[in-house]
């Protein structure tokens, strides 16, 4: 039900479109940008549900209180301590390895403002886990949900993250000028 209902919100009432080539294989990271605005965490879920794609997510930790916390953590979010230094990396792609379905949607930017230096832990979790990025663009000026690359790092980071930006560089977020590469 709430499937159906995600679906008639995000394609029928909202317009948006699916440009999705890629399969979602059982262990994947999901990159999703631009990240713009709070928006974009209601279209993921939206999509998802709409999809049927069960997936995690990392958020930062303030958005774990009462009554917020136990309904981020039902949807699938994991707080992430920005200020505290946990492997936060080595612990997540530890257990990417050791699970049989693992899915993890993380925006690249790390925040909805504009900033260039991207976080890498998307791309050191897939490394380390040995999974692909599948790269997501959330498009609102073509109202477009677009995924047609999957992305495997080669360890050569410098060179990977710029792939993996220019990618991005065709989708316009809510607020574009939020989003910078």
């Not at 301590?81 to 930017?109: G, N, V, W």
């Not at 477009?144 to 980071?157: A, E, K």
Request: proline share 5%.
């Amino acid at each position: 039900m709430i499937g159906r209902l995600s679906s008639i919100v995000l394609y029928r009432w909202m317009g948006y479109q699916l440009q999705v080539t890629q399969d979602v294989p059982r262990k994947c990271i999901i990159a999703l940008a631009p990240h713009t605005s709070n928006w974009d965490f209601v279209m993921g879920i939206l999509y998802s549900r709409a999809e049927g794609l069960k997936s995690s997510f990392l958020i930062k930790k303030d958005w774990f209180f009462w009554p917020v916390g136990p309904v981020m953590r039902w949807l699938g979010g994991i707080p992430v301590y920005r200020d505290k230094r946990l492997h936060t990396t080595d612990l997540i792609a530890r257990q990417a390895r050791q699970a049989s379905s693992f899915r993890l949607c993380i925006t690249p930017e790390g925040t909805r403002k504009a900033n260039a230096e991207w976080k890498k832990g998307f791309y050191y979790i897939a490394l380390k886990s040995g999974i692909p990025i599948l790269l997501y663009g959330l498009d609102y000026e073509r109202k477009r949900i677009v995924c047609t690359r999957t992305f495997h790092p080669t360890g050569d980071v410098e060179a990977d993250m710029h792939e993996i930006k220019q990618y991005y560089r065709k989708f316009k977020g809510k607020h574009p000028k939020r989003f910078a590469l």
